[in-house]
Protein backbone atom coordinates (compact mmCIF):
# COMPACT_ATOMS: atom_id res chain seq x y z
CA UNK A 1 0.00 0.00 0.00
CA UNK A 2 1.20 3.55 -0.64
CA UNK A 3 2.70 5.90 2.09
CA UNK A 4 0.02 8.68 2.44
CA UNK A 5 1.22 11.70 4.19
CA UNK A 6 -1.25 14.87 5.44
CA UNK A 7 -1.04 18.72 5.92
CA UNK A 8 -0.22 18.50 9.60
CA UNK A 9 2.98 16.31 9.04
CA UNK A 10 4.56 18.52 6.91
CA UNK A 11 5.91 22.24 6.96
CA UNK A 12 6.89 25.03 5.06
CA UNK A 13 10.64 24.68 6.64
CA UNK A 14 12.16 23.45 3.55
CA UNK A 15 11.35 26.26 1.25
CA UNK A 16 10.87 29.06 3.57
CA UNK A 17 14.44 30.89 2.43
CA UNK A 18 14.32 29.58 -1.24
CA UNK A 19 13.21 31.05 -4.61
CA UNK A 20 11.38 28.97 -6.58
CA UNK A 21 10.50 29.39 -10.49
CA UNK A 22 8.03 28.04 -11.83
CA UNK A 23 8.44 27.66 -15.68
CA UNK A 24 5.29 28.05 -17.35
CA UNK A 25 2.08 29.48 -16.56
CA UNK A 26 -0.57 27.47 -18.39
CA UNK A 27 -2.96 25.24 -16.66
CA UNK A 28 -0.55 23.75 -13.83
CA UNK A 29 1.87 26.88 -13.90
CA UNK A 30 -0.73 29.24 -13.16
CA UNK A 31 -2.10 27.01 -10.44
CA UNK A 32 1.17 26.49 -9.12
CA UNK A 33 2.45 29.75 -9.08
CA UNK A 34 -0.29 31.24 -7.47
CA UNK A 35 -1.49 28.65 -4.38
CA UNK A 36 2.82 28.91 -3.49
CA UNK A 37 2.40 32.58 -3.54
CA UNK A 38 -0.29 32.99 -1.68
CA UNK A 39 0.98 29.80 1.09
CA UNK A 40 3.28 32.32 1.31
CA UNK A 41 6.18 31.13 -0.47
CA UNK A 42 9.01 33.46 -2.79
CA UNK A 43 7.76 32.70 -6.14
CA UNK A 44 8.97 33.76 -9.48
CA UNK A 45 7.77 32.66 -13.18
CA UNK A 46 9.84 32.20 -15.84
CA UNK A 47 8.18 32.85 -19.24
CA UNK A 48 9.00 33.88 -22.88
CA UNK A 49 9.52 37.91 -23.04
CA UNK A 50 7.03 37.04 -26.41
CA UNK A 51 4.32 34.89 -23.91
CA UNK A 52 0.63 36.37 -23.46
CA UNK A 53 0.58 35.02 -19.78
CA UNK A 54 3.50 37.69 -19.07
CA UNK A 55 0.63 40.66 -18.45
CA UNK A 56 -1.72 37.81 -16.45
CA UNK A 57 0.44 36.50 -14.02
CA UNK A 58 2.19 40.16 -13.80
CA UNK A 59 -1.75 41.23 -12.82
CA UNK A 60 -2.12 38.14 -10.53
CA UNK A 61 0.53 39.68 -8.35
CA UNK A 62 3.79 38.01 -9.82
CA UNK A 63 6.65 38.42 -10.53
CA UNK A 64 8.12 37.59 -13.83
CA UNK A 65 11.34 36.96 -15.74
CA UNK A 66 12.73 35.35 -18.83
CA UNK A 67 13.05 31.18 -18.25
CA UNK A 68 16.96 31.86 -18.01
CA UNK A 69 16.39 34.50 -15.21
CA UNK A 70 14.05 32.74 -13.59
CA UNK A 71 16.55 30.02 -13.19
CA UNK A 72 19.38 32.00 -12.04
CA UNK A 73 17.24 33.63 -9.01
CA UNK A 74 15.84 30.42 -7.87
CA UNK A 75 16.61 27.15 -5.93
CA UNK A 76 13.86 25.15 -7.26
CA UNK A 77 13.08 25.00 -10.11
CA UNK A 78 9.51 23.64 -11.27
CA UNK A 79 9.11 22.75 -15.15
CA UNK A 80 5.29 23.39 -15.84
CA UNK A 81 6.71 23.70 -20.09
CA UNK A 82 4.29 21.47 -22.77
CA UNK A 83 6.02 17.73 -21.97
CA UNK A 84 7.22 18.02 -25.41
CA UNK A 85 8.83 21.33 -25.06
CA UNK A 86 10.57 20.81 -21.74
CA UNK A 87 13.81 18.85 -22.85
CA UNK A 88 15.04 21.93 -25.64
CA UNK A 89 14.36 24.54 -22.90
CA UNK A 90 15.68 22.97 -20.48
CA UNK A 91 19.07 22.30 -22.18
CA UNK A 92 18.70 25.84 -23.77
CA UNK A 93 18.06 28.14 -20.83
CA UNK A 94 17.68 25.82 -17.53
CA UNK A 95 20.89 23.72 -17.26
CA UNK A 96 23.21 26.08 -17.71
CA UNK A 97 22.32 28.36 -14.77
CA UNK A 98 21.63 25.56 -12.79
CA UNK A 99 24.09 25.50 -9.41
CA UNK A 100 24.77 22.54 -6.88
CA UNK A 101 22.10 21.85 -4.37
CA UNK A 102 19.70 23.36 -6.49
CA UNK A 103 16.06 21.36 -7.13
CA UNK A 104 14.52 20.29 -10.68
CA UNK A 105 10.85 19.50 -10.40
CA UNK A 106 8.55 17.67 -12.30
CA UNK A 107 4.52 17.54 -12.39
CA UNK A 108 5.09 14.47 -14.76
CA UNK A 109 7.72 12.44 -14.91
CA UNK A 110 7.83 12.35 -18.79
CA UNK A 111 10.85 13.60 -19.59
CA UNK A 112 13.15 11.97 -16.63
CA UNK A 113 11.59 8.47 -17.18
CA UNK A 114 12.38 8.51 -21.11
CA UNK A 115 15.37 9.87 -20.54
CA UNK A 116 14.66 13.30 -22.24
CA UNK A 117 16.38 15.81 -19.58
CA UNK A 118 19.55 13.74 -18.30
CA UNK A 119 20.04 16.48 -15.08
CA UNK A 120 23.58 16.86 -13.56
CA UNK A 121 24.23 14.73 -10.69
CA UNK A 122 25.00 17.46 -7.69
CA UNK A 123 21.25 18.94 -8.03
CA UNK A 124 17.68 17.14 -6.40
CA UNK A 125 15.04 16.02 -8.55
CA UNK A 126 11.92 15.43 -7.48
CA UNK A 127 8.29 15.21 -8.47
CA UNK A 128 5.13 16.65 -7.15
CA UNK A 129 1.91 15.76 -9.49
CA UNK A 130 -0.91 16.44 -8.37
CA UNK A 131 -4.08 14.06 -9.66
CA UNK A 132 -6.13 16.67 -11.30
CA UNK A 133 -6.27 19.44 -13.89
CA UNK A 134 -4.45 22.42 -13.15
CA UNK A 135 -7.71 24.61 -13.10
CA UNK A 136 -9.31 22.26 -10.15
CA UNK A 137 -6.28 22.40 -8.39
CA UNK A 138 -6.36 26.27 -8.34
CA UNK A 139 -9.95 26.43 -7.87
CA UNK A 140 -10.06 23.64 -5.06
CA UNK A 141 -7.27 25.77 -3.02
CA UNK A 142 -9.03 29.03 -3.05
CA UNK A 143 -12.05 26.79 -1.72
CA UNK A 144 -9.53 26.10 1.26
CA UNK A 145 -9.39 22.48 -0.15
CA UNK A 146 -7.12 20.64 -2.52
CA UNK A 147 -6.53 18.24 -5.05
CA UNK A 148 -4.77 14.68 -4.38
CA UNK A 149 -0.88 14.92 -5.20
CA UNK A 150 2.06 12.66 -5.64
CA UNK A 151 5.63 12.77 -4.65
CA UNK A 152 8.68 11.15 -6.16
CA UNK A 153 12.17 11.54 -5.39
CA UNK A 154 14.45 10.34 -8.43
CA UNK A 155 17.77 12.14 -7.17
CA UNK A 156 18.58 13.37 -3.67
CA UNK A 157 22.09 14.99 -3.89
CA UNK A 158 20.80 17.38 -0.96
CA UNK A 159 18.89 15.13 1.47
CA UNK A 160 16.25 17.23 1.47
CA UNK A 161 14.52 16.29 -1.57
CA UNK A 162 11.91 14.64 -0.10
CA UNK A 163 11.13 17.30 2.79
CA UNK A 164 11.03 19.72 -0.22
CA UNK A 165 8.80 18.03 -2.15
CA UNK A 166 6.83 17.66 0.82
CA UNK A 167 6.47 21.32 1.62
CA UNK A 168 6.05 22.28 -2.10
CA UNK A 169 2.88 19.97 -1.65
CA UNK A 170 1.58 21.78 1.15
CA UNK A 171 2.03 24.98 -0.89
CA UNK A 172 -0.28 23.99 -3.96
CA UNK A 173 -2.79 22.87 -1.56
CA UNK A 174 -2.47 18.64 -2.26
CA UNK A 175 -1.28 17.95 0.95
CA UNK A 176 -4.75 18.82 2.63
CA UNK A 177 -5.95 15.75 -0.19
CA UNK A 178 -3.25 13.75 0.74
CA UNK A 179 -0.41 13.08 -0.59
CA UNK A 180 1.36 9.53 -2.17
CA UNK A 181 4.62 8.33 -2.82
CA UNK A 182 5.79 6.89 -5.84
CA UNK A 183 8.04 6.84 -8.28
CA UNK A 184 8.85 8.35 -11.52
CA UNK A 185 8.32 5.05 -13.64
CA UNK A 186 4.89 4.33 -12.01
CA UNK A 187 3.42 8.30 -12.04
CA UNK A 188 4.90 8.21 -15.52
CA UNK A 189 3.37 5.49 -17.14
CA UNK A 190 0.03 5.08 -14.73
CA UNK A 191 -0.91 8.90 -15.65
CA UNK A 192 -0.30 8.35 -19.12
CA UNK A 193 -2.88 5.46 -19.46
CA UNK A 194 -5.26 7.10 -17.60
CA UNK A 195 -5.03 9.88 -19.78
CA UNK A 196 -5.21 7.71 -22.55
CA UNK A 197 -7.34 4.97 -21.82
CA UNK A 198 -10.44 6.50 -19.32
CA UNK A 199 -10.04 9.86 -18.50
CA UNK A 200 -9.72 11.61 -21.71
CA UNK A 201 -9.49 9.27 -24.43
CA UNK A 202 -11.63 6.55 -23.60
CA UNK A 203 -14.34 8.54 -21.78
CA UNK A 204 -14.18 11.48 -24.99
CA UNK A 205 -14.75 8.19 -26.88
CA UNK A 206 -17.23 7.01 -25.43
CA UNK A 207 -19.41 10.18 -25.54
CA UNK A 208 -19.05 10.86 -29.40
CA UNK A 209 -19.97 7.60 -30.16
CA UNK A 210 -23.16 7.07 -28.16
CA UNK A 211 -23.88 10.35 -29.50
CA UNK A 212 -23.48 9.54 -33.07
CA UNK A 213 -25.57 6.19 -32.56
CA UNK A 214 -28.87 8.40 -31.14
CA UNK A 215 -28.06 10.89 -33.64
CA UNK A 216 -27.63 8.63 -36.59
CA UNK A 217 -30.84 7.08 -35.60
CA UNK A 218 -32.92 10.06 -35.98
CA UNK A 219 -33.36 11.39 -32.51
CA UNK A 220 -32.88 15.19 -31.91
CA UNK A 221 -29.38 16.44 -31.38
CA UNK A 222 -30.03 17.99 -27.88
CA UNK A 223 -31.64 14.79 -26.46
CA UNK A 224 -28.36 13.15 -27.07
CA UNK A 225 -26.18 15.55 -25.91
CA UNK A 226 -28.30 15.52 -22.27
CA UNK A 227 -28.07 11.47 -22.64
CA UNK A 228 -24.21 11.14 -23.68
CA UNK A 229 -22.34 13.85 -22.46
CA UNK A 230 -24.25 16.82 -19.97
CA UNK A 231 -25.08 13.80 -17.62
CA UNK A 232 -21.58 12.53 -17.48
CA UNK A 233 -20.41 14.82 -14.86
CA UNK A 234 -23.67 14.23 -12.49
CA UNK A 235 -22.60 10.37 -12.53
CA UNK A 236 -19.00 11.03 -12.35
CA UNK A 237 -19.58 13.41 -9.22
CA UNK A 238 -21.56 10.47 -7.46
CA UNK A 239 -18.55 8.10 -8.71
CA UNK A 240 -16.30 10.50 -7.19
CA UNK A 241 -17.68 11.48 -3.65
CA UNK A 242 -19.21 7.67 -3.07
CA UNK A 243 -18.05 5.60 -5.49
CA UNK A 244 -19.86 3.20 -7.89
CA UNK A 245 -22.13 2.35 -4.66
CA UNK A 246 -23.24 5.73 -4.43
CA UNK A 247 -23.95 5.98 -8.09
CA UNK A 248 -25.77 2.87 -8.19
CA UNK A 249 -27.83 3.59 -5.20
CA UNK A 250 -28.76 7.00 -6.43
CA UNK A 251 -30.01 5.87 -10.15
CA UNK A 252 -33.58 4.08 -10.52
CA UNK A 253 -33.64 0.24 -10.40
CA UNK A 254 -33.89 0.29 -13.95
CA UNK A 255 -30.42 1.98 -15.10
CA UNK A 256 -29.01 -0.14 -12.00
CA UNK A 257 -29.55 -3.22 -14.05
CA UNK A 258 -29.57 -2.19 -17.59
CA UNK A 259 -26.26 -0.21 -16.44
CA UNK A 260 -24.77 -3.47 -15.25
CA UNK A 261 -25.77 -6.04 -17.75
CA UNK A 262 -25.10 -4.00 -20.96
CA UNK A 263 -22.14 -1.77 -19.68
CA UNK A 264 -19.94 -5.07 -20.30
CA UNK A 265 -21.19 -5.47 -23.63
CA UNK A 266 -20.18 -1.86 -24.39
CA UNK A 267 -16.74 -1.97 -22.94
CA UNK A 268 -15.75 -5.57 -23.62
CA UNK A 269 -12.98 -7.78 -23.62
CA UNK A 270 -11.88 -6.40 -26.92
CA UNK A 271 -11.64 -2.87 -25.31
CA UNK A 272 -9.56 -4.72 -22.35
CA UNK A 273 -7.22 -5.96 -25.44
CA UNK A 274 -6.90 -2.47 -26.68
CA UNK A 275 -6.06 -1.07 -22.65
CA UNK A 276 -3.42 -3.32 -22.57
CA UNK A 277 -1.78 -2.35 -26.39
CA UNK A 278 -1.96 1.01 -24.95
CA UNK A 279 -0.37 0.39 -22.15
CA UNK A 280 2.30 -1.44 -23.50
CA UNK A 281 3.08 1.09 -26.30
CA UNK A 282 3.51 3.36 -22.85
CA UNK A 283 5.77 0.94 -21.13
CA UNK A 284 8.35 0.42 -23.67
CA UNK A 285 8.49 3.91 -24.79
CA UNK A 286 6.82 3.75 -28.45
CA UNK A 287 3.94 6.01 -27.21
CA UNK A 288 6.48 8.55 -25.70
CA UNK A 289 8.66 8.39 -29.03
CA UNK A 290 5.37 9.19 -31.64
CA UNK A 291 4.36 12.07 -29.12
CA UNK A 292 8.54 13.56 -28.88
CA UNK A 293 8.37 13.38 -32.90
CA UNK A 294 5.11 14.85 -33.45
CA UNK A 295 6.04 17.97 -31.42
CA UNK A 296 8.94 18.47 -33.40
CA UNK A 297 7.36 18.91 -36.01
CA UNK A 298 4.99 21.35 -34.65
CA UNK A 299 1.80 18.88 -34.01
CA UNK A 300 0.72 18.47 -36.91
CA UNK A 301 -1.85 15.68 -36.11
CA UNK A 302 -2.65 17.10 -33.17
CA UNK A 303 -3.70 20.25 -34.88
CA UNK A 304 -5.92 18.32 -37.11
CA UNK A 305 -7.47 16.42 -34.52
CA UNK A 306 -8.26 19.60 -32.63
CA UNK A 307 -9.58 20.86 -35.89
CA UNK A 308 -11.96 17.81 -36.89
CA UNK A 309 -13.23 17.79 -32.68
CA UNK A 310 -14.11 21.50 -32.82
CA UNK A 311 -16.70 20.80 -35.91
CA UNK A 312 -18.10 18.03 -34.57
CA UNK A 313 -21.55 18.17 -34.06
CA UNK A 314 -21.40 17.24 -30.27
CA UNK A 315 -19.58 20.34 -29.58
CA UNK A 316 -22.15 22.71 -31.60
CA UNK A 317 -25.03 21.11 -29.89
CA UNK A 318 -23.57 21.50 -26.55
CA UNK A 319 -22.07 25.22 -27.05
CA UNK A 320 -26.39 26.17 -27.79
CA UNK A 321 -27.36 24.04 -25.15
CA UNK A 322 -24.45 25.45 -22.22
CA UNK A 323 -25.08 28.98 -23.51
CA UNK A 324 -28.62 28.29 -21.85
CA UNK A 325 -26.80 27.45 -18.32
CA UNK A 326 -25.35 30.03 -16.84
CA UNK A 327 -23.01 28.53 -14.83
CA UNK A 328 -21.79 26.56 -17.53
CA UNK A 329 -21.23 29.79 -19.39
CA UNK A 330 -17.90 31.26 -17.55
CA UNK A 331 -14.37 31.25 -19.12
CA UNK A 332 -12.08 27.99 -17.41
CA UNK A 333 -9.69 30.42 -15.91
CA UNK A 334 -12.28 33.10 -14.79
CA UNK A 335 -10.46 32.37 -10.87
N1 LIG B 1 -2.64 20.09 -17.54
C1 LIG B 1 -2.74 19.45 -16.37
O1 LIG B 1 -3.73 19.54 -15.67
C2 LIG B 1 -1.60 18.59 -15.84
C3 LIG B 1 -1.84 17.72 -14.74
C4 LIG B 1 -0.75 17.06 -14.16
C5 LIG B 1 0.53 17.24 -14.68
N2 LIG B 1 0.70 18.07 -15.77
C6 LIG B 1 2.06 18.29 -16.26
O2 LIG B 1 2.39 19.67 -16.05
C7 LIG B 1 3.29 20.11 -17.07
C8 LIG B 1 2.72 21.35 -17.76
O3 LIG B 1 1.55 20.97 -18.46
P1 LIG B 1 0.36 22.01 -18.71
O4 LIG B 1 -0.78 21.20 -19.25
O5 LIG B 1 0.15 22.86 -17.48
O6 LIG B 1 0.97 22.92 -19.87
P2 LIG B 1 0.25 24.11 -20.68
O7 LIG B 1 0.36 23.77 -22.12
O8 LIG B 1 -1.11 24.39 -20.11
O9 LIG B 1 1.16 25.37 -20.33
C9 LIG B 1 2.48 25.47 -20.75
C10 LIG B 1 3.05 26.83 -20.42
O10 LIG B 1 4.39 26.87 -20.90
C11 LIG B 1 4.58 28.03 -21.69
N3 LIG B 1 5.59 27.71 -22.71
C12 LIG B 1 5.47 26.89 -23.78
N4 LIG B 1 6.64 26.79 -24.43
C13 LIG B 1 7.52 27.56 -23.76
C14 LIG B 1 8.89 27.88 -23.93
N5 LIG B 1 9.59 27.39 -24.95
N6 LIG B 1 9.48 28.72 -23.03
C15 LIG B 1 8.79 29.23 -22.01
N7 LIG B 1 7.47 28.97 -21.79
C16 LIG B 1 6.86 28.15 -22.66
C17 LIG B 1 3.20 28.32 -22.28
O11 LIG B 1 3.12 29.67 -22.68
C18 LIG B 1 2.33 28.00 -21.08
O12 LIG B 1 2.34 29.08 -20.18
C19 LIG B 1 3.49 18.89 -17.98
O13 LIG B 1 4.62 18.20 -17.50
C20 LIG B 1 2.23 18.06 -17.76
O14 LIG B 1 2.36 16.70 -18.04
C21 LIG B 1 -0.32 18.74 -16.35
C1 LIG C 1 -5.24 16.18 -15.94
C2 LIG C 1 -4.54 14.89 -16.32
C3 LIG C 1 -5.25 14.25 -17.50
O1 LIG C 1 -4.64 14.02 -15.22
C4 LIG C 1 -3.04 15.10 -16.58
O2 LIG C 1 -2.39 13.87 -16.50
C5 LIG C 1 -2.65 15.81 -17.86
O3 LIG C 1 -1.68 15.37 -18.48
O4 LIG C 1 -3.26 16.83 -18.19
MG1 LIG D 1 -2.94 12.92 -14.88
MG1 LIG E 1 -0.82 13.61 -17.81
Not at 46 to 74: F, H, I, N, P, Q
Not at 237 to 248: A, V
Not at 292 to 307: F, T, Y
Request: charged share 25%.
Amino acid sequence: MATIIYDDETTFDALKDKTIAVMGYGSQGHAHARNLHESGLNVVVGLRKSSSSWAKAESDGLKVMTVDDAAKAADVIMILLPDEKQAATYYSQIEPNLKAGNALVFAHGFNIHYNQIVPPKDVDVFMVAPKGPGHIVRRTYTEGIGVPGLIAVYQDATGKARELALSYAKGIGATRAGVYETTFREETETDLFGEQVDLCGGLSSLIKNAFEVLVEAGYQPEMAYFETCHEVKLIVDLIYEGGLERMWHSVSNTAEYGGMTVGPRIINEESREAMYVALERIQNGEFAKEFILEGMVNHPVLKAMERQEKEHPLEIVGKEIRANIPWLNKKIDDD
